[in-house]
Each structure stands twice: as C-alpha cells, then as structure tokens.
Nanobody, 124 residues
Framework: QVQLVESGGGLVQAGGSLRLSCVAS????????MGWFRQAPGKEREFVAS????????DYADSVRGRFTISRDNAKNTVYLQMNGLKPEDTAVYYC?????????????????WGQGTQVTVSS
C-alpha cells in the first residue's frame, strides 16, 4: 500500500524558512515523479513544485520560483521542499503527491497518491 507522510510544517515569521519532508513507502520511489501542492482556506489546491525521477529536472510555480527548492533522496524514499523567504500568502496546507505516469504535469488530477498534508503558517 502506497503511503506518503509529510512533516516539517509549522509557524514561522515572514522572511523565515522551513523544510518540508515527504517519506514514501509501498512503492519503488525512484521510479516516480513527485510533486508538492498547497491549499489555502477557501482556495483550490495549487501546484507548487515537481521533480522528475531524474532529479535534475524540476518545475516551479511562478509564485515560488527562486524561493523554494524541491529535491529528493531516492535512497531515503524522501522528497523535500526547502522554503526560504516565506510570505504570509504561502500559508496553506502542503501536500506531496505521486505522479503515476511519464510526463509530469501541474494538474492535481493527474496525481494518484497524496499525503495527509502539513500546515505551514507564515505570520506578518
């Protein structure tokens, strides 16, 4: 059974940093592209970043590019999201997800397994 478990969220002041982790189990982690999404209250879930199974290939939403960095450690079955220069508008529940097919996208509907999410709150 595939499980994704996020951690690392919390409360931080604007300008601060957090590092999110997502540990995967029940799958051959290195064979899958992975993504991070977020959902703020009253808003739809939105794409944040993705990383291909070949870790040098990444993609970022315009709103986080230059501030967030996605990475993975296939030996630890873990994908990370390093978040620097956090802003109040980054406040959301952050989810990691597995993309099941070749050719990763930004569409949440294309991802098949999701974690339970971790809350990130940025105070002004």
């Amino acid at each position: 059974q595939v499980q994704l478990v996020e951690s690392g969220g919390g409360l931080v002041q604007a300008g601060g940093s957090l590092r999110l982790s997502c540990v995967a189990s029940g799958l051959m982690f290195s064979a899958y592209d992975m993504g991070w999404f977020r959902q703020a209250p009253g808003k739809e879930r939105e794409f944040v970043a993705s990383i291909r199974r070949i870790a040098s290939i990444t993609d970022y939403a315009d709103s986080v590019r230059g501030r967030f960095t996605i990475s993975r450690d296939n030996a630890k079955n873990t994908v990370y999201l390093q978040m620097n220069g956090l802003k109040p508008e980054d406040t959301a529940v952050y989810y990691c997800a597995r993309h099941p097919r070749f050719g990763i996208t930004r569409d949440a509907e294309d991802y098949d397994y999701w974690g339970q999410g971790t809350q990130v709150t940025v105070s002004s």
